[in-house]
């Protein structure tokens, strides 16, 4: 299914080529062309039809997307705690939870004024707790305490100081945190604009021409520094948007930020978002109790066995195993070790190179698609 819908990427292509084709040289973003395009193309009617398509789609993945969401908290956090409570009152819960969930998505879009920032932090919030998940699957020396530990530290870094810093006017106009970026030139190669053909830098619209562009200073720990008074030059610089708290504790080992652009800030914040749950994880590890050996055995023989005909089998296989941990040691990776990568078998040869195999035929035929007429 994930497959398929890579599919209508092509489609997405498509309309890029159709942009190119009616709209070469009118636009210098092309993140406005969806928009430009719809404005264009489409009449007062149409463009209704293709609003109310967008709708219905989201629609129909928030609803499965907050009952699921609602289904694992009851299930995985509020049972738990509450016990033997009636179905009803955990029917009861859910539909507390979807009404939370849906009415704080609202919120968090009337509160939020950037979307991309946003995006920033759904890519960044799975490291917090997915870091935790996916070692827990593949190492038995994890425990509990450095679990708990690293969410917090984890939140702390990746939420609640940037989100904290950024409206104290203490740490906004904080002069180590005002740092920026070294300002460099650079030049590009690029399709020229009507303006570029305007002004004699090119003969049509398209040609290959090179610029030479400045590259302004960029705040090393805000998303932007202002004055706080736009009219009076001499006012204090403030620190505005998010306060990026990665970059200022990798600061603390003595890297210098200084010859970075942009983008390589960005790169080095998701970097620390995705690497340091997992340091984190396997050093505190080494200095706390791991979960027993017997429920480790149980966990890791569930994880092994595959699925039986019946429940009644599948909890027989699962305990013989659990007694038997010894006979996966032949198949580790690692044997004895605390690793719990096993050797891959012959399905898991065939789905990862027939995957990476469909991967690659998508791939073709955007190649296709888009050098249609080159």
């Not at 109310?52 to 956090?77: P, R």
């Not at 002069?175 to 604009?193: C, G, H, S």
């Not at 210098?256 to 620390?272: I, M, Y």
């Amino acid at each position: 299914g994930m497959m398929f819908k890579r599919v209508m990427m092509i489609f997405w292509a498509l309309a890029g080529l159709l942009a190119i084709g009616l709209y070469a040289g009118q636009l210098n973003d092309p993140d406005l062309i969806w928009g430009y395009m719809t404005k264009q193309l489409l009449g007062p009617g149409f463009i209704g039809i293709m609003m109310i398509g967008v709708l219905a789609a989201n629609m129909s993945s928030l609803d499965v997307q907050s009952v699921s969401l609602a289904a694992l908290f009851v299930h995985q956090v509020y049972k738990p705690l509450f016990p033997h409570k009636s179905e009803e009152h955990y029917l009861f819960v859910s539909r507390i939870i979807i009404f939370l969930t849906i009415f704080g998505g609202i919120g968090m879009a009337l509160y939020v004024k950037n979307l991309l920032e946003l995006f920033k932090y759904f890519i960044s919030m799975p490291a917090i707790f997915g870091a935790a998940i996916w070692l827990g699957f593949m190492w038995r020396r994890l425990s509990k305490t450095a679990v708990t530990i690293q969410i917090f530290v984890s939140f702390l870094i990746i939420v609640i100081i940037p989100n904290v810093f950024s409206s104290w006017d203490a740490t906004r106009s904080y002069a180590p945190f005002l740092k920026q970026t070294q300002e460099r030139q650079i030049v590009v190669e690029t399709k020229a604009l009507r303006a570029d053909v305007e002004a004699g830098l090119a003969q049509h619209a398209g040609e290959r021409i090179t610029k030479t562009r400045m590259v302004p200073p960029y705040p090393l720990f805000f998303d932007r520094i202002t004055r706080e008074d736009p009219a009076d030059p001499n006012s204090r610089l403030l620190g505005v948007g998010r306060f990026n708290a990665e970059l200022w504790v990798l600061s603390w080992f003595g890297i210098d930020f200084s010859g970075f652009n942009k983008a390589q800030l960005e790169a080095t914040r998701f970097a620390f978002d995705a690497i340091f749950p997992l340091l984190c994880l396997i050093v505190l590890s080494y200095f706390s109790k791991p979960a027993s050996r017997k429920t480790l055995d149980y966990f890791f023989a569930k994880v092994h066995t595959p699925i039986q005909p019946t429940p009644e089998e599948d909890k027989r296989k699962v305990e013989e195993n659990a007694a038997h941990m010894h006979h996966f040691e032949s198949r580790k990776l690692f044997p004895k070790t605390h690793w719990e990568l096993h050797k891959p078998m012959k399905m898991d040869y065939i789905g990862f190179f027939g995957t990476w195999a469909l991967v690659g035929l998508i791939i073709l035929l955007l190649w296709l698609v888009v050098n249609i007429g080159a």
